[in-house]
């Protein structure tokens, strides 16, 4: 479907900057169109993951993750051929837009790439549009053409990373309704603390779900919170605690125990994690009636919930579509946030550069 316009500009690249947690990443995003159809091109997109560096620390520091964003911003700007380079300077590349996550996240790491855009408006006289990081997840399934052929509202969204757990009802481009929420920890959250606990390093959830690839998700009984409970919202701070004192009674006294038991310890807790994200998904979407159901976010990239939800679906609501987003645009990327903010542009939400700062409590 395409987007309704209130811009007549049939074609628009954007420059996309995303600097929200632990991933400086940029891209040029190329939109154009002729009559009804359109194309969207990607020519250029690089991201600089601060992992290895906060993995020492077990999990992310914001002032390290601020300093390293201003570090890599300027080389991926560079890259990106947005300025010129060297002594033989390139033309540097011409976009039309600038799109910037401006919340929610870390108030420090979204400064640096609100700054460095609103500084790049400023030069340049391109317009600016500030983007909800969730937002961006959003969009980031609607960047594989096959899934923009199927792109049909209402769309039923989970939304799953490690800030946030939310089932979204997506009525139409930037019109959103929040059907579900996590009332403590995001599911990402619960993958990374629960990982932490076991000794695992930092970001737990791509660790977690390697281990369990060799364990039995049966062996140790943990919680499932609110699965019972008939509303959409979820809840797993429990299975933090049931963890932490699963661990304190059995492993405290014996690493090699734990080590030995890592396996089923992991698929049981990645058990837990999705069974609950599948079962408020399929609910929400039996009650919301949505034409398809996109996975975004982090957590999304995991294995386990992308074939229990495919199961799941194809059983009980074989005439909905799950659309997730291209291998490798799970967990943050600038690609996302051109896309939303395309979005945006479209629709003339057009911010003043003067006026923009970082809103790191945003909501969507
Ligand atoms: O979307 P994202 O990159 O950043 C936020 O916006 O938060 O998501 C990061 C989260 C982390 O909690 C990480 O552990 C989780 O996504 N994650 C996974 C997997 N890959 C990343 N969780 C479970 N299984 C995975 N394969
Ligand atoms: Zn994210």
Same mark, same amino acid.
């Given at each position: 479907?395409?987007?309704?316009?209130?811009?007549?500009?049939?074609?628009?690249?954007?420059?996309?900057?995303? %600097?929200?947690?632990? @991933?400086?990443?940029?891209?040029?995003?190329?939109?154009?169109?002729?009559?009804? $159809?359109?194309?969207?091109?990607?020519?250029?997109?690089?991201?600089?993951?601060?992992? #290895?560096?906060?993995?020492?620390?077990?999990?992310?520091?914001?002032?390290? &993750?601020?300093? %390293?964003?201003?570090?890599?911003?300027?080389?991926?700007?560079?890259?990106?051929?947005?300025?010129? $380079?060297?002594?033989?300077?390139?033309?540097?590349?011409?976009?039309?837009?600038?799109?910037?996550?401006?919340? #929610?996240?870390?108030?420090?790491?979204?400064?640096?790439?609100?700054?460095?855009?609103?500084?790049?408006?400023?030069?340049?006289?391109?317009?600016?549009?500030?983007?909800?990081?969730?937002?961006?997840?959003?969009?980031?399934?609607?960047?594989?053409?096959?899934?923009?052929?199927?792109?049909?509202?209402?769309?039923?969204?989970?939304?799953?990373?490690?800030?946030?757990?939310?089932?979204?009802?997506? $009525?139409?481009?930037?019109?959103?309704?929040?059907?579900?929420?996590?009332?403590?920890?995001?599911?990402?959250?619960?993958?990374?603390?629960?990982?932490?606990?076991?000794?695992?390093?930092?970001?737990?959830?791509?660790?977690?779900?390697?281990?369990?690839?060799?364990?039995?998700?049966?062996?140790?009984?943990?919680?499932?919170?609110?699965?019972?409970?008939?509303?959409?919202?979820?809840?797993?701070?429990?299975?933090?605690?049931?963890?932490?004192?699963?661990?304190?009674?059995?492993?405290?006294?014996?690493?090699?125990?734990?080590? @030995?038991?890592? #396996?089923?310890?992991?698929?049981?807790?990645?058990? &837990?994690?999705?069974?609950?994200?599948?079962?408020?998904?399929?609910?929400?979407?039996?009650?919301?009636?949505?034409?398809?159901?996109?996975?975004?976010?982090?957590?999304?990239?995991?294995?386990?919930?992308?074939?229990?939800?495919?199961?799941?679906?194809?059983?009980?609501?074989?005439?909905? $579509?799950?659309?997730?987003? #291209?291998?490798?645009?799970?967990?943050?990327?600038?690609?996302?946030?051109?896309?939303?903010?395309?979005?945006?542009?479209?629709?003339?939400?057009?911010?003043?550069?003067?006026?923009?700062?970082?809103?790191? @409590?945003?909501?969507?």
């Amino acid at each position: 479907m395409p987007i309704s316009s209130k811009l007549q500009a049939p074609s628009l690249k954007i420059l996309g900057i995303e %600097t929200s947690c632990d @991933e400086t990443s940029v891209a040029i995003l190329d939109y154009s169109e002729r009559g009804t $159809r359109y194309a969207v091109r990607l020519p250029h997109h690089e991201t600089a993951t601060q992992i #290895p560096i906060h993995r020492r620390y077990g999990g992310v520091v914001p002032e390290v &993750a601020a300093r %390293t964003h201003v570090a890599e911003l300027v080389s991926l700007l560079e890259r990106a051929g947005i300025f010129g $380079r060297g002594t033989a300077r390139r033309a540097p590349t011409s976009f039309d837009a600038i799109a910037v996550t401006r919340g #929610p996240g870390l108030a420090t790491a979204l400064r640096v790439g609100v700054e460095g855009a609103r500084t790049l408006a400023m030069l340049t006289g391109k317009p600016i549009v500030g983007v909800n990081h969730l937002e961006g997840h959003l969009a980031s399934a609607w960047l594989v053409p096959e899934n923009r052929r199927h792109w049909e509202f209402p769309i039923l969204a989970l939304l799953v990373s490690g800030g946030h757990s939310e089932l979204v009802l997506m $009525r139409d481009f930037c019109k959103y309704k929040v059907v579900g929420r996590t009332r403590d920890d995001a599911a990402g959250e619960a993958f990374d603390k629960t990982a932490k606990l076991l000794g695992l390093p930092y970001p737990g959830g791509p660790e977690m779900s390697k281990q369990a690839l060799t364990g039995n998700s049966q062996a140790f009984d943990l919680p499932r919170p609110m699965l019972k409970d008939k509303g959409l919202d979820m809840s797993f701070s429990g299975l933090k605690t049931a963890v932490r004192v699963l661990a304190d009674k059995e492993f405290q006294t014996s690493i090699s125990k734990l080590q @030995e038991a890592l #396996p089923d310890l992991c698929a049981s807790i990645q058990a &837990a994690i999705t069974d609950v994200l599948v079962e408020k998904t399929v609910r929400a979407a039996k009650f919301h009636h949505p034409k398809a159901i996109i996975m975004v976010g982090g957590v999304s990239a995991n294995g386990e919930l992308q074939k229990k939800m495919a199961l799941r679906v194809k059983a009980e609501l074989p005439d909905i $579509r799950l659309l997730k987003p #291209p291998s490798g645009f799970y967990t943050d990327n600038a690609a996302m946030i051109a896309a939303a903010g395309l979005w945006r542009l479209r629709l003339g939400k057009i911010d003043a550069w003067k006026k923009m700062d970082a809103e790191p @409590e945003l909501d969507l």
